[in-house]
């Protein structure tokens, strides 16, 4: 059934004309930036050339675009979960799906598989442009692999995020604004210049950017995964029992 509810939710995405305009913008804006992108390192490749040890195109090009993906994917994610189950509210649906015969676990599962397989077919778009560099030039593919990783688990964390706070609220702007007021603040969270060591380096274990950062210089680490995993499972968690407190209350 998870399945069956996730393949209903992409659908859903993909008749949805917002989604179709995200999809449309965020391409053009990647576009634009992975050709500016080239031809920076067009212009740094001859001064580079004799240079030991210097950076290639994976660092200059692929990385940075990488980035300005997952920031824009933040700013996007809202508008993308925000009617995940506000609308189910809105239209007095949820509480048929409430009171079908399915466990809480695989409605939220279903959802958020949904929303995150529309993430990640938009990832597959936009990371064609960078691979399509395969075609001049080589690729360091231990980054490439490491980046498009980090990014996936990016990705599912706001679908996480965005799929909870959907959950609280049957208006759909007011999951988006929360969505997005809790994104940014996990993604800023490590700019603290906050003097105390131990604090700071606990703002910088909960920035996403942070972690992030690591996979984009091809660096794989257990405890990066983890983060995100960890992360992803607290806001499941949260909204399965957010609709079980719903379904009781009726």
């Not at 984009?216 to 995100?228: C, E, M, P, Q, R």
Request: charged share 10%.
């Amino acid at each position: 059934m998870v399945f069956v509810i996730a393949s209903r939710e992409l659908r859903n995405l993909f008749l949805s004309p917002l989604a179709w305009a995200i999809m449309a913008v965020l391409q053009l804006i990647i576009a634009y930036l992975f050709l500016s992108q080239v031809d920076t390192y067009m212009v740094l490749q001859p001064r580079l050339a004799g240079v030991e040890g210097a950076p290639g195109v994976t660092d200059i090009v692929v990385a940075p675009l990488f980035q300005t993906i997952g920031f824009l994917f933040m700013l996007i994610a809202p508008a993308i979960t925000m009617r995940v189950f506000s609308d189910e509210k809105r239209n007095r649906t949820l509480s048929l799906l409430l009171s079908a015969p399915l466990s809480m676990s695989n409605i939220v599962l279903g959802k958020f598989l949904g929303v995150t397989l529309f993430f990640l077919l938009l990832l597959l778009m936009l990371a064609l442009m960078p691979l399509s560099l395969y075609a001049g030039t080589s690729l360091d593919g231990g980054k490439l692999a490491a980046g498009l990783l980090g990014l996936a688990l990016l990705l599912s964390s706001f679908a996480a995020i965005g799929v909870f706070m959907s959950s609280l609220t049957e208006q759909p702007v007011v999951a988006a604004i929360s969505t997005f007021g809790l994104l940014l603040l996990l993604w800023i969270i490590d700019w603290s210049g906050n003097s105390q060591q131990q604090v700071s380096g606990l703002f910088a274990y909960l920035s996403l950017q942070s972690h992030l950062g690591s996979f984009l210089k091809g660096l794989f680490s257990t405890s990066d995964v983890a983060y995100y995993l960890l992360l992803i499972l607290l806001f499941l968690v949260l909204s399965i029992r957010r609709l079980d407190q719903q379904r009781l209350t009726g």
